[in-house]
């Protein structure tokens, strides 16, 4: 973390050149990069360059706010920050500082299960915060189901389970860097060996037998709503849904698992379609600025999150840094709204959105 001056920071864009800075290289590529040529990566954000908004005009938009609900829960704006690995690697108080700030800021949290502090001390940490807790699903059934049950314990308000992670992606940058993951797996309670290469780590720990059957069986594990996170298409939408998910999470895993797969926004808006009303959708990868959030919002998500911008945010400035990326997404998510005459966040629709050519 370098020197940071409160009030430094007016987006999110230039955190990834100043996080490259403080990082060690091997910590920075395993955040920045993604699977093989990178393709991905770049269509997420691209995507967002390729649409065209149609603001309305003479709309009152005096008085803008952002608050929204998910899951029943209100929420300040319509983002959160995603379930990303090892946060020690941006804060020596890993996911402690990154659910901190965003229990301050009234923002959902989701912690991933390779985090380096535990179910149990996060929610300590952040005990009013909108927390979730994102589920690899172990070779080891029963500590897949000790860890839904333990977030529920905790005070988790969602299970999000990955579904797009059989296994490793092929991840070029981690490789030539021999990445070990820094510090201890904090929901492993017997420990786990962290001075492997990720992808044989993963290997051991992620069940690549998983399929549509087991998702009902988690469902059973504990009252909290889930939530599927990695779908791509229509057909698997439907799926999520009919099984009783209460959100389709659409992500493609911010371009670090197979590379050349859609787009996650371009594939948001047919899922939209066939969804409707029957289940919540959010989407991830690519969103860097207000104007992409009121995108993704206009396309048909209830809301957006966040990983990399977040992560460079903490690297950058500590808990401070976060706050103020978190703060300036929201101030830059109010004006586009307003530029868009949109006063409420229910306020945005599919009319706002020109065709895409």
Not at 61 to 77: N, W, Y
């Amino acid at each position: 973390m370098r020197d940071f001056e409160p009030g430094s920071l007016v987006g999110l864009r230039g955190l990834e050149a100043a996080a490259r800075d403080v990082l060690p290289p091997a910590y920075f590529d395993y955040i920045a990069g993604g699977g093989w040529d990178e393709v991905t990566i770049e269509a997420n954000e691209a995507a967002f360059r390729g649409c065209r908004l149609l603001p309305r005009v003479l709309v009152d938009v005096s008085g803008v706010r952002t608050e929204t609900t998910i899951l029943g829960a209100a929420v300040a704006a319509p983002f959160g920050f995603a379930p990303t690995a090892l946060h020690e690697m941006v804060h020596p108080d890993g996911e402690l500082a990154s659910a901190r700030v965003m229990a301050a800021l009234g923002l959902p949290f989701v912690l991933s299960t390779l985090s380096n502090r535990s179910i149990e001390s996060v929610a300590e940490a952040a005990p009013d915060g909108v927390n979730w807790f994102q589920l690899y699903v172990n070779t080891d059934r029963t500590i897949a189901r000790s860890h839904v049950e333990r977030a529920a314990a905790a005070g988790y308000r969602a299970i999000v389970v990955t579904v797009d992670v059989p296994g490793d992606g092929h991840r070029p940058r981690d490789l030539r860097n021999h990445f070990e993951p820094p510090g201890e797996f904090g929901n492993f309670q017997d420990g786990v060996d962290s001075h492997r290469p990720m992808g044989e780590l993963l290997g051991g720990m992620v069940d690549a037998s998983l399929t549509w059957d087991d998702i009902e069986v988690i469902r059973a594990w504990s009252p909290l709503p889930l939530v599927i996170k990695g779908i791509l298409t229509v057909a698997d939408a439907r799926i999520a849904v009919d099984r009783g998910a209460a959100a389709v999470w659409v992500s493609n895993h911010g371009g670090r698992q197979l590379d050349r797969a859609v787009a996650s926004l371009d594939a948001l808006e047919s899922i939209v379609d066939v969804i409707g009303d029957r289940a919540e959708i959010y989407v991830d990868g690519g969103i860097r600025d207000g104007v992409d959030v009121v995108t993704a919002l206009a396309t048909g998500a209830e809301a957006v999150f966040l990983g990399r911008p977040f992560l460079y945010a903490l690297a950058v400035g500590g808990e401070p840094g976060l706050e103020q990326a978190t703060a300036a997404l929201q101030v830059e998510t109010s004006k586009a709204m307003a530029l868009l005459g949109t006063p409420r966040v229910s306020d945005i629709g599919r009319d706002h959105l020109a065709d895409r050519r």
